[in-house]
Antibody, heavy 125, light 109 residues
Framework: EVQLVESGGGLIQPGGSLRLSCAASGFTVSSNYMSWVRQAPGKGLEWVSVIYSGGSTYYADSVKGRFTISRDNSKNTLYLQMNSLRAEDTAVYYC???????????????????WGQGTTVTVSS | SSELTQDPAVSVALGQTVRITCQGDSLRSYYASWYQQKPGQAPVLVIYGKNNRPSGIPDRFSGSSSGNTASLTITGAQAEDEADYYCNSRDSSGNHHVVFGGGTKLTVL
């Protein structure tokens, strides 16, 4: 069964750090594009970051320089290291498999087909 | 960066047809994908590509696109279709970002 399971969320003070994990089963993380998406309480979905199968990484402007996406191929696990956390980072964080297909210099986007159940991050003093 | 715009709320009578729209410049370059999210649950992909449904998604869900507007149509809406719906696509500005619309709350009357 294809599945993603997030962990690592919790209550953290402003300025603190947290590392989220996303364990995959049924497919290989390193062979896919993988994204983190968050949802603040009562708000919509916000894309956070993506790691390509080739290893390139990209970030939303709101987290660039503070968050780092990575993966451990041996554990088939995706990570999101979050530093310098702010109150506005409070959200449910989801990992998702991204179905982008790259052919040469062209990208064909087919959405995110597998999502984890989410892990809650609360930044508060 | 690109933005995607959705109507905040739409309602439909049980069994009728409803169209949810998404507008943005990135849709001229990339297909929109559509997600259904019910309270307390993770989003579920319902439409991707030109008009494709993942396995398990009922055929009453369909997608279309014209210019900078993508649409999700539910033909014969059911009570269980009441949910938030989000569109998304790649950002067309070349920054490798992904963008989501603000979401549409669908109420089935």
């Amino acid at each position: 069964e294809v599945q993603l399971v997030e962990s690592g969320g919790g209550l953290i003070q402003p300025g603190g750090s947290l590392r989220l994990s996303c364990a995959a089963s049924g497919f290989t993380v390193s062979s896919n594009y993988m994204s983190w998406v968050r949802q603040a309480p009562g708000k919509g979905l916000e894309w956070v970051s993506v790691i390509y199968s080739g290893g390139s990484t990209y970030y939303a402007d709101s987290v660039k320089g503070r968050f780092t996406i990575s993966r451990d191929n041996s554990k088939n696990t995706l990570y999101l290291q979050m530093n310098s956390l702010r109150a506005e980072d409070t959200a449910v964080y989801y990992c998702a498999r991204d179905l982008t297909v790259t052919i040469g210099h062209y990208y064909y986007y087919y959405g995110m087909d597998v999502w984890g159940q989410g892990t809650t991050v609360t930044v508060s003093s | 960066s690109s933005e995607l715009t959705q109507d905040p709320a739409v309602s439909v009578a049980l069994g009728q047809t409803v169209r949810i729209t998404c507008q943005g410049d990135s849709l001229r370059s990339y297909y929109a994908s559509w997600y259904q999210q019910k309270p307390g649950q993770a989003p579920v992909l319902v439409i991707y590509g030109k008009n494709n449904r993942p396995s398990g998604i009922p055929d009453r869900f369909s997608g279309s696109s014209s210019g900078n507007t993508a649409s999700l149509t539910i033909t014969g809406a059911q009570a269980e279709d009441e949910a938030d719906y989000y569109c998304n696509s790649r950002d067309s500005s070349g920054n490798h970002h992904v963008v989501f619309g603000g979401g549409t709350k669908l109420t089935v009357l």
